[in-house]
């Protein structure tokens, strides 16, 4: 007679009837309740904390590039010596032919647009407000394009409104304490240049603009005015400081970095959105795999409880393991049936903990504003975090990477107590029987 093949239905019912411990068997009753209980609290925990990393790297990503150029174009300032007087001359780092440049950056496969711009730090005041600003000097066009800053849901004032006044960052606003229409003044130390020295200049400008990109730094700090103004209030008549440049793959920006600056010019420097804030997502990445392997830890630790639930189960069970296998059970099958305990276990709590870390991370804003009511208010705080609130992205790898673990742990740690009982002897444990 052929031997049935291995997890067959027979085994699937002897380990379930087991696992629904009697009365009298109450402890492993309760081992099998803690150990499922324990994945399931470790996957959720490992599902959710996966997704808000995910999400708030998204979502800081996604201010970046949505507030900020993929690149910028700059000229280095040089010095060379006239040989005929032996003075010596320095060449500024301002672009004179910023249409052409910003035309050739264009041309470069890859690039989507660009757009010269003037910066430059100001102070600007309200009353009797101030907070240092700043300052982007940009074409009414070209700021009609910067994704974060021209959205209508976070925004306050008209587009077209820009070139008659200047766009503020909501923070400045809420410091300054102003709304469209009024007017705040900008001091820059760059002013004229008189007799006695440069004196500090102050313009007062109408504010018919009030955005909001969705980063405290840069809600706090910007101001955007138009490119011809710019130019007069920074003293850059007919030159731009840079040029900024925005490309199809951001994520890509740095294959068109040489190409960007052979089309700049031999002086060309570029500073990508990269190098910027390259180190901080490194950071994260870091922490990603960090926060990964000590929750990884933790799924291990619940799974532990499987071994000491199974280890009980068959201590418990040495009476019917000894009649299965005279009755022709073998080793193979006896192992199978107590493995099949163990998984039982994982698959349930595993289940149990997509379920749990897949609602917690769709509802996170809700479970922050309980924070939030619990401790009083400022459990997120925009100014260190940069955002303005807790985001959360649930991705299929995320999910997979947690349910594989989990699993793979739980089955590991089946083995030992299913080899114990395939091992046990049917004639010692039916001896004192």
């Avoid at 192992?335 to 099949?340: D, E, P, T």
């Amino acid at each position: 007679m052929p031997s049935p093949r291995p997890f067959s239905r027979y085994e699937f019912l002897i380990a379930w009837r087991y696992l629904r411990a009697r009365r009298a068997e109450g402890g492993v009753s309760t081992m099998t309740w803690i150990s499922l209980i324990g994945i399931a609290l470790g996957v959720a925990a490992l599902i959710a904390t996966l997704a808000v990393r995910a999400g708030f790297r998204a979502e800081f990503v996604d201010t970046i590039l949505g507030a900020n150029a993929h690149a910028s174009v700059y000229l280095s300032a040089t010095s060379f010596t006239n040989e005929l007087t032996g003075e010596v001359y320095t060449q500024s780092g301002r672009i004179e032919d910023y249409t052409d440049m910003a035309a050739r950056l264009a041309a470069v496969p890859g690039v989507i647009r660009t757009a010269p711009v003037v910066k430059g730090q100001v102070m600007a005041t309200a009353g009797d407000r101030a907070n240092v600003a700043e300052v982007f000097g940009v074409t009414p066009q070209d700021f009609a394009r910067i994704p974060r800053i021209v959205d209508p849901e976070t925004s306050v004032g008209e587009i077209d409104a820009f070139p008659d006044g200047i766009a503020i960052g909501s923070g400045i606003a809420r410091e300054l304490g102003v709304v469209i229409g009024d007017r705040i003044r900008l001091i820059s130390p760059q002013g004229a240049q008189t007799a006695f020295g440069t004196t500090p200049r102050v313009n007062a400008y109408p504010v018919t603009y009030i955005f909001s990109a969705g980063r405290y730094d840069i809600d706090r700090t910007r101001i955007y005015m138009p490119l011809p103004e710019a130019q007069s209030y920074f003293n850059r008549e007919d030159v731009a400081d840079e040029v900024e440049v925005y490309v199809e793959d951001p994520e890509n920006i740095a294959a068109l970095t040489l190409p960007l600056m052979e089309a700049g010019g031999d002086r060309a420097l570029i500073w990508t959105w990269q190098d910027s804030s390259g180190s901080f997502l490194r950071a994260l990445d870091i922490e990603d795999d960090v926060m990964f392997v000590i929750l990884s830890v933790l799924v291990l630790i619940a799974t532990m409880n499987i071994t000491s639930g199974l280890i009980m189960l068959v201590k418990n069970k040495g009476r019917d393991i000894g009649i299965l296998r005279t009755m022709g059970l073998t080793e193979g099958a006896v192992m199978r049936v107590f493995f099949l305990c163990g998984a039982f276990t994982g698959v349930i709590g595993t289940l149990a903990g997509v379920a749990l870390g897949v609602v917690f991370a769709l509802n996170v804003d809700h479970v922050m504003s309980a924070v939030n009511m619990i401790s009083g208010g400022g459990a997120w705080d925009p100014s260190v975090r940069g955002i303005y609130e807790l985001p959360a992205r649930l991705r299929g790898i995320d999910i997979a990477r947690a349910v594989g673990l989990s699993l793979t742990l739980s089955f590991l740690v089946t083995i030992f107590p299913a080899r114990r009982a395939a091992r046990m002897n049917p004639v010692e444990a039916l001896r004192y029987e």
